[in-house]
């Protein structure tokens, strides 16, 4: 319970809880965050948590070991001339999970965008959201010839984009060139990496940006900004909108979390801020089945989801495509090296995944950190989605989310013995049937429905 939290214990924002009696939960945390710092939350011992701003919470390791003589610095509280604009604190209070995972409270209280720089908003025709592969988490060669193999293997499995990390500075511009033309050759964008530390000085983010867009690239992979101090936040915007003047797409990763930034540059399609496929040792199974409920309530997520490799720790495949599913991420950015996911059982279940939906709907056998139950639809096609958390379980799932006729049902289960394997079914349902459901330890589910 909350009154069990140690006094000066962290909470990251979102932080979700029951309601007391069955009332329903609550959720804390902030939108709108701009030109301030950002909001922690300690625990003061006695039921409650306090406001910190981001000068008070203790620097990560991935802070102290690349900024080391900033420390101090950022330890200091934030200077504001002219008039102060708080960000707002918001309090979720729901009667179920279904009503907090579709509270849009975080992203309304934020400002609409800049006419000027998306005189469309979100359906700004540059503005395209996609499936990415990337080469980092799952082996493959740095070389121009094995990266453009990897967009290759993009086009094969129908994804949009490949994220290229900083080894792309090493290259001739010649052999960076090279590979976004054959690339756009195959519709496959290319995003850049590059490390914030390089960016602070705004002339030096404009010859980035402007080179990204020379050579062609859709978008820009910012990382290591691992701090919420009021210039870290600012640098955030100003990274947001000069990439907008240059129409880049941004990913922001060592990031802190989303606070409606999307709304006002719909050019972020993502962020980290999440304890995802780069933690190597971690137990996912019940974090997986408690991110909906916590850090996704803030926005989307940069997980990297699914890997068949050791990094699934105590989840099985299944569970894996699960997540690339359940955790919404405009850029979808997949861990799997593409030729295991081409290799994959389930690969035909797994390109058809998107990385926008148009609904969601949490499952009302849906328990925070013990299982993850969505039906998600993308135009006429829905999704049953199920992230198991450390408990076996079996589960009768009615199909009342579904239309009227018949259904072409694509299948994509635990199996029964192998952690490591899948079993595939295809049939026909309606909406008036039931699935049964076996879920391992760790396990997961995926269904497709299309007429």
Same mark, same amino acid.
């Given at each position: 319970t909350i009154a069990e939290v140690a006094t000066g214990q962290w909470a990251a924002p979102p932080l979700t809880f029951k309601l007391p009696h069955g009332a329903g939960y609550g959720s804390v945390t902030e939108s709108a965050l701009r030109n301030y710092s950002g909001m922690g939350l300690q625990a003061d011992g006695r039921g409650a948590f306090l406001a910190r701003l981001g000068h008070a919470i203790p620097p990560s390791y991935p802070l102290r070991l690349r900024y080391a003589p900033d420390v101090e610095r950022l330890a200091r509280p934030a200077a504001v001339s002219g008039a102060i604009t708080t960000p707002w604190r918001v309090v979720m209070a729901v009667p179920d999970l279904n009503t907090l995972v579709n509270c849009d409270i975080v992203h309304n209280l934020a400002a609409p965008p800049d006419p000027k720089l998306f005189p469309q908003g979100l359906r700004t025709p540059w503005i395209k959201p996609g499936r990415a592969v990337w080469r980092y988490l799952d082996g493959g060669e740095t070389t121009l010839e094995g990266i453009k193999e990897f967009s290759r293997l993009a086009a094969e499995l129908g994804f949009e984009y490949q994220v290229v990390e900083g080894f792309w500075q090493k290259w001739e511009l010649a052999d960076l060139r090279e590979l976004i033309r054959y690339s756009r050759g195959l519709g496959v964008g290319i995003w850049l990496w590059k490390h914030s530390r390089e960016l602070r000085d705004p002339a030096a983010r404009r010859k980035f940006f402007e080179? *990204?867009?020379? @050579? !062609?690239?859709?978008?820009?992979?910012?990382?290591?900004?691992?701090?919420? +101090?009021?210039?870290?936040?600012e640098l955030y915007e100003a990274s947001l909108k000069q990439a907008a003047e240059f129409q880049l797409l941004v990913n922001f990763h060592g990031a802190n979390k989303p606070t409606g930034e999307s709304r006002t540059y719909p050019n972020e399609l993502t962020r980290e801020a999440v304890r995802g496929m780069e933690a190597r040792n971690i137990p996912r199974a019940r974090h997986d089945a408690t991110l909906p409920f916590t850090r996704l309530l803030a926005g989307?997520?940069?997980?990297?989801?699914?890997?068949? !490799?050791?990094?699934?720790?105590?989840?099985?495949?299944?569970?894996?495509?699960?997540? *690339?599913?359940?955790?919404?991420?405009?850029?979808?950015?997949?861990?799997?090296?593409? &030729?295991?996911? =081409? *290799?994959?059982? +389930?690969v035909e279940l797994i390109r058809s995944i998107p990385s926008v939906w148009d609904e969601t709907r949490v499952l009302p056998f849906s328990e925070i950190g013990d299982v993850a139950g969505l039906a998600r639809r993308r135009g006429g096609v829905w999704f049953l989605v199920i992230v198991n958390g450390p408990e076996a379980r079996t589960l009768r799932v009615p199909l009342s989310f579904l239309?009227?006729? +018949?259904?072409?049902? =694509?299948?994509?289960?635990?199996?029964?013995?192998?952690?490591?394997? @899948?079993?595939?079914? &295809?049939?026909?349902?309606?909406?008036?049937?039931?699935?049964?459901?076996?879920?391992?330890?760790?396990?997961?589910?995926?269904?497709?429905? +299309?007429?």
């Open positions: 080179l *990204a867009r020379d @050579v !062609g690239a859709a978008g820009v992979k910012l990382d290591f900004y691992d701090h919420e +101090a009021k210039q870290v936040v989307h997520a940069d997980y990297t989801p699914m890997h068949f !490799g050791a990094r699934r720790n105590d989840t099985t495949w299944a569970h894996q495509i699960a997540t *690339a599913a359940a955790f919404t991420s405009p850029l979808l950015t997949y861990a799997a090296h593409p &030729k295991s996911i =081409l *290799a994959n059982p +389930a239309g009227s006729g +018949a259904y072409q049902g =694509l299948v994509v289960r635990d199996h029964p013995h192998d952690p490591a394997a @899948v079993e595939v079914n &295809k049939g026909v349902y309606r909406r008036g049937a039931a699935i049964e459901v076996n879920l391992a330890s760790g396990g997961g589910f995926v269904a497709r429905f +299309a007429k």
